[in-house]
């Protein structure tokens, strides 16, 4: 059979030489293996921007004079009964400091200092580490190093801990930013072994899908082969820039998702076109220049989506393309070689070890069974069919009129985490800003100026008026050089908290203009807060580009692949429905608290501020495929037969278990993440398997089918002035007559 498109002639090249291909991805897997062994790679917390805001600015001469962010650590000791002014709790207090100061390789022992040390020497400070009620009190323990090396410092500050606190009555907690750290990793390796978790349920689905184990093994074969191969790859990038510590995250479930479907669509439809009577080698070209070109330019689609997180000027977004581009990138390349080759190895084995009520080796019923049905349905009342979803899809979007964006910090963190109990009693009884503290840096040839000295008194007097908002920690520091001074103080609540973000805008936007007005010094604030907000306004004016570099690619990829003007425009507009759709329920849940207690998820003041931003460029891609591998189907019946209704239907038809089986695999991996126990990665699976499961129900069943009836055959209308526009559909000529064969047989070689 002669074959018109490049994935039909890979298909049977891959399949005629599988022991070279085979030979091949062992070979590449073994090369990344060893080069990701041989390689030191860096995965790190810390974001950057990389468009140099003030918060970075301030964060870059903080490094450039200290070496590194301090990390503080609040050791919080309280005790249910005795207060600091009893022996026995100074007897504890001086144990655990003493304790503390035999490990110099992970704190700075000579900062480490408590009330008792404090009061003795008549310091000033010392009244402001103890509670009102004198039951607990603040041992401050700064751990030597960066964030990215904290872990092994916070564990020997619990072990210390622990060591002193055995036996008695005391409740000693650590917070700081190096524990809320400690504790998101934890939670997040958690979360990626729920995601691993969601394996035998993708699998179960794939049995039911084929009716057959042979079959249902292949895509997961063709998924593992594609995560490890861009695992060990995004290890080999990490060693040359440092990229996010929740990138494998990301990945897995990318990876798990389209790596499955991808599988899933090439074998149903190498499975049918054996049923339908080709030789074996013809079904794999049709399945190539079919099914594998649609996995192509799903692919690409997906990848436009993901290729929106490098506009983003800072580096946790950057990683997660670079991840989850990787990853799809791998998949494409196995779907369209390796699975080939095992299919031709296998043959009509793909169909062995059957399952009783579900066996169907691939046929698909011509005009009866439930979706046959249901798209007669559909398209018999198609405006009802259009408004009725439309509008359901709409409702559901509304609640994101109310959409506050931010991050939910330490509040992201399960109720057990000892980080955020720590925040907790920080936060009742002392500063909770105190964890991170914001800090203003005031450069100038010489900050002993009188102007400059003028300036900071106004400042610190400023922030002292306002003792229910701003907490000076300490004073001023002047460095060695004579060329700085640094202010630091609390903010209310933590760091991403609404109050906090106002209080910080009031002092960048009223206290320090009105203080250092004339006094010819350079004024930034940096810490947590403050990177926060930089973090938020970038998002804001960010996402609009994104915006339209993704939608606008997408339309120009859909008008080539499949030469409709109409198409590609419905697709992005049922795709913004979705997306809106889950948007509404992330926000109603979340935010606004319906339905979040039964359903186990907490409420939060604000939706984490990447999300809506991370969960549209990712779903863009992965609702494509939908669209991608549905209408593929429609065009090429209505290529044959020139019948816009028969094509719809038979499209809906032969797709519908299929696409079905792809969703619910796409919902067990994206609902893995919704049932950690993060809030953020709540929030992400939620939205996630909201919008695919919209997507390939509402969207899928109702919408599309029924706007094409009404359209009719407006759907492939192209203007003749775009006739330049290059053809690069998925869907192959009219294959030729079948050569007679018997599905069971061998077939070819």
């Known amino acids: 059979m002669e074959q018109a498109g490049l994935t039909g002639r890979l298909a049977v090249w891959s399949a005629r030489r599988r022991w070279w291909v085979f030979t091949a991805w062992v070979t590449i897997v073994a090369a990344l293996v060893v080069g990701s062994t041989a390689v030191t790679s860096t995965f790190t917390n810390q974001v950057e921007f990389t468009n140099d805001p003030d918060s970075q600015r301030a964060a870059d001469v903080l490094v450039e004079y200290r070496g590194a962010d301090p990390l503080v650590e609040q050791v919080v000791v309280s005790h249910p009964q005795l207060t600091v002014d009893d022996a026995e709790y100074r007897q504890f207090v001086v144990a655990l400091v003493a304790e503390l100061r035999q490990h110099p390789t992970a704190f700075d022992v000579t900062g480490l200092t408590s009330y008792f040390e404090l009061r003795d020497a008549g310091s000033p400070f010392a009244e402001g580490l103890v509670s009102a009620d004198r039951r607990t009190t603040l041992v401050p323990a700064r751990l030597l190093g960066e964030l990215d090396d904290s872990a092994e410092k916070v564990e020997v500050l619990k072990e210390a801990v622990a060591a002193v606190t055995a036996g008695t009555a005391f409740t000693v907690l650590n917070g700081g930013f190096a524990s809320v750290n400690d504790d998101f990793n934890r939670g997040a390796e958690e979360d990626l072994k729920s995601e691993q978790r969601v394996l035998p349920v993708a699998f ?46 990301v990945s897995l479930m990318i990876g798990l998702a389209v790596g499955i479907d991808y599988a899933l669509f090439i074998v149903g439809r190498f499975r049918e076109e054996r049923v339908s009577g080709h030789e074996q080698r013809a079904a794999i070209a049709i399945t190539g220049d079919t099914a594998s070109r649609a996995v192509l330019f799903s692919g690409g689609a997906v990848v436009i989506g993901l290729a929106g997180m490098f506009v983003v000027p800072n580096t946790i977004f950057k990683s997660f393309a670079v991840g989850a581009i990787t990853v799809v990138v791998f998949t494409v390349a196995v779907a369209l070689t390796l699975l080939p080759a095992i299919l031709s190895l296998l043959g009509d084995n793909v169909n062995r070890l059957r399952v009783p009520f579900f066996s169907r080796q691939g046929q698909v019923d011509s005009g009866r069974g439930f979706w046959a049905a249901a798209a007669r349905t559909v398209m018999a009342r198609p405006w009802v069919s259009v408004i009725g979803s439309v509008g359901l899809l709409v409702a559901l979007a509304i609640p994101y009129a109310q959409i506050e964006l931010g991050f939910t910090g330490v509040g992201a963190l399960p109720e057990s985490s000892g980080a955020r109990q720590a925040f907790e009693v920080l936060e009742r009884e002392f500063v909770g800003g105190a964890v991170s503290p914001t800090e203003i840096v005031v450069q100038a040839d010489d900050v002993s100026a009188d102007a400059v000295q003028a300036s900071v008194g106004r400042v ?89 570099f993704v939608l606008g690619f997408s339309f120009v990829l859909l ?80 290529d044959q037969s020139g019948d816009n209704t028969a094509a719809v239907e038979h499209g809906l038809r032969s797709t519908a278990n299929v696409i079905t089986g792809a969703a619910l695999i796409m919902v067990a991996v994206f609902a893995g993440f919704a049932l950690g126990d993060l809030v953020m990665f709540q929030q992400m699976g939620t939205g996630l398997t909201v919008a695919i499961f919209l997507d390939a129900t509402v969207v899928r069943t109702v919408l599309v089918p029924s706007a094409m009836e009404l359209l009719g055959d407006w759907n492939w209308y192209l203007p003749p002035w775009l006739d330049w526009v290059p053809d690069l559909r998925v869907e192959a000529e009219p294959p030729a007559p079948p050569v007679v064969a018997t599905p069971g047989g061998e077939g070819s070689d």
């Open 460 to 548: 610190v007097a400023a922030l002292q008026a306002q003792p229910a908002l701003f907490t000076i920690l300490g004073e001023p520091e002047v460095s060695p050089a004579g060329d700085l001074v640094i202010i630091p103080f609390a903010v209310p609540g933590e760091s991403a908290s609404a109050a906090a973000f106002d209080a910080f805008e009031q002092v960048r936007d009223e206290i320090v203009p009105a203080a250092f007005e004339g006094s010819g010094a350079t004024v930034l604030i940096g810490g947590e807060t403050p990177l926060n907000v930089d973090f938020v306004d970038s998002l804001s004016l960010y996402t609009p580009v994104i915006f339209v």
């Open 559 to 638: 008008l080539m692949v499949f030469r409709s003007l109409i198409v590609p425009l419905k697709a992005i507009l049922m795709n913004l429905l979705s997306v809106g759709a889950a948007y509404g329920v992330v926000v109603a849940i979340f935010q606004l608290g319906w339905g979040a207690d039964l359903l186990g998820f907490g409420t939060v003041e604000k939706i984490e501020a990447w999300l809506p931003l991370f969960m549209f460029t990712i779903l863009f891609g992965l609702s494509m495929d939908y669209h991608v591998f549905l209408l593929s189907r429609v065009r090429e019946a209505y």
């Open 204 to 249: 179960i689905v794939l049995v039911v899908v084929f009716g057959a184990v042979v079959a249902a093994v292949v895509p997961m074969v063709i998924a593992a082969v594609s995560i490890a191969s861009a695992f060990m790859a995004i290890a080999l990038v990490a060693a040359i820039w440092p990229l996010s510590t929740f990138v494998y995250n």
